[in-house]
């Protein structure tokens, strides 16, 4: 085997066990399961226990991982958190779980790119790895958003869920591997999305408390616009860097935050709905963990075999957006 691809030996997830309904939403706040349900696709989503960290899911998900890739903690180079819910500002989620997975030569550090981080920290993986730099990159994408939306405020509680999904990056077959990726952000329009206090900006105080501005504030509709514009946008420029066209790609994933959006990207990248994966009616949207998670459940229901070129395409917080194209390298589960 020549060993020149970069691509994934190793994947696992982790979904919390406790459901959220529409219909429990419809208890709390002004909606329905009706308006949730047409307006976004989404049905439940699932949220941890009062006491569980982003770090906790996302080393469940880390140890499921190397587990599936056969690989020892000790042989991580590098651990990669993308969360937009670290366990605080500071040290790092992913020192945490460097800690709990024992993985004693890895440096590590969290990247914070919104529901785009996963695909961003993919990239810098397979850099990492074809520079020569390192052999294996730990990627995860995790987050615990129902401890960061305001459960009163109808036009963002009932998007988010809980997750984590991690991905072991490794030497594969030339040819298979990440073949192209394309990342991209626009910082005029970060207003559109954002957590305002706790930062240098605006401390937390009483005042940022009472006003409520520990949670995620969003404008939908100029981000469902962004999302929309700019699928289409990465999908294109990502697949043709990797000298293909849309027809070959076999499988897409997008991110997971409303079925209306990834409807539009069906319809102008020409996708059929037997080659796209979507469980954001089960899990809502689950930030930087999304990807990662329909890409591990993707898998182990065989939907990808070997060979299958695959797109993922994420936007986010940022904003920010990212597509990478895969020729999946590993065997059917
Ligand atoms: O991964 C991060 C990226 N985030 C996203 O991708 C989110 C993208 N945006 C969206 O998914 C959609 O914009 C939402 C689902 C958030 C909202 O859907 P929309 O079709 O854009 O609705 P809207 O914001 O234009 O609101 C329409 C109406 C408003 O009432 P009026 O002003 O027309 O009387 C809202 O107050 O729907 C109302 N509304 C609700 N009604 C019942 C907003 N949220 C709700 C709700 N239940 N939960």
Redesign the pocket.
């Known amino acids: 085997m020549n060993n020149i691809g970069v691509g994934i030996s190793g994947i696992g997830s982790f979904i919390p066990e406790k459901v959220i309904t529409n219909e429990d939403?419809s208890k709390m706040?002004?909606?329905?399961n009706e308006?949730?349900v047409e307006?976004?696709g989404i049905r439940e989503r699932r949220i941890v226990q009062k006491d569980t960290t982003t770090s906790d899911i996302a080393t469940i998900a880390a140890k499921r991982a190397l587990e599936d890739g056969g690989i020892l903690p000790e042989e991580i180079d590098l651990i990669i958190v993308a969360t937009v819910t670290s366990d605080m500002a500071f040290p790092s989620t992913a020192c945490i779980v460097q800690k709990n997975i024992g993985a004693v030569k890895a440096a590590a550090f969290d990247i914070s790119a919104?529901?785009s981080g996963f695909v961003y920290g993919l990239n810098l993986a397979y850099s990492f790895i074809s520079a020569g730099i390192y052999r294996k990159v730990l990627v995860i994408g995790a987050e615990t958003l129902s401890k960061i939306v305001n459960w009163q405020d109808?036009?963002?509680c009932?998007?988010f869920g809980d997750g984590a999904g991690a991905c072991i990056l490794d030497a594969c077959e030339d040819g298979y591997g990440i073949l192209a990726t394309d990342l991209g952000s626009d910082g005029n329009g970060g207003h559109l999305?954002t957590l305002p206090a706790g930062g240098s900006k605006l401390p937390a105080s009483l005042e940022t408390v009472s006003q409520n501005l520990h949670t995620i504030k969003?404008d939908?509709?100029e981000?469902?616009k962004f999302?929309v514009r700019v699928i289409e946008k990465s999908a294109n420029i990502a697949v043709e860097k990797a000298g293909l066209i849309l027809e070959d790609v076999d499988f897409f994933i997008p991110?997971q935050?409303?079925l209306?959006?990834i409807q539009s990207a069906m319809k102008k990248l020409n996708l059929q709905s037997h080659k796209v994966y979507v469980n954001l009616d089960k899990y809502g949207?689950t930030?930087a963990a999304s990807i990662p998670v329909a890409l591990d459940e993707a898998y182990r229901r065989n939907l990808i075999k070997k060979g299958d070129v695959v797109l993922l395409v994420a936007?986010?917080?940022g904003l920010t957006w990212g597509s990478t194209v895969l020729r999946w390298n590993k065997q059917e589960v």
């Not at 706040?29 to 329905?32: A, G, N, Q, Y």
């Open positions: 939403l706040v002004d909606t329905s308006w949730i307006r976004t919104g529901c109808r036009s963002t009932i998007l999305l969003m939908g509709r981000v469902f999302a991110h935050a409303n209306r959006i949207n930030s936007f986010g917080a």
